[in-house]
């Protein structure tokens, strides 16, 4: 993750929260147990509701600045999901390719 331009406040509520909140949301999205899935929304949710605390940790920040930096997280969060995907896909052909080497047993 690209941090220039960001001051230390920024970088951590990137690493620690926008960034964790959103790869929390996307994860519970695709998840299909219910309750699994509610789980994970809440854990989104108790870091969210740290930042919307009164007593938030960046409260300097301004809402601009907060929406612009909840874009970025979301981008690295995707990211994120799709290095997974990709890693999978890899392993399907190392399969599919091996398998292929096999020869049929004689049955």
């Known amino acids: 993750m690209d941090c220039a331009g960001l001051d230390d406040s ?3 509520l990137l690493r620690n929260y926008q960034i964790p909140i959103c ?3 996307q994860a519970a999205e695709k998840e299909r147990d219910k309750e699994k899935k ?3 929304f ?3 949710r108790q870091l969210s509701d ?3 605390n009164r007593d938030r940790p960046f409260a300097d920040l301004t809402t601009e600045r907060i929406t612009g930096l909840q874009e970025a997280a979301k981008g690295c969060a995707l990211i994120f999901q ?3 995907s990709c890693v ?3 392993n399907t052909r190392l399969s599919l390719k091996h ?3 096999r020869r049929l047993s004689r049955r």
């Open 10 to 12: 920024e970088k951590e």
């Open 23 to 25: 790869y929390l949301e």
């Open 38 to 40: 509610n789980s994970i």
């Open 42 to 44: 809440n854990m989104a």
């Open 50 to 52: 740290i930042l919307c």
């Open 82 to 84: 799709r290095s997974g």
């Open 88 to 90: 999978e896909g890899g």
């Open 99 to 101: 398998h292929g080497m």
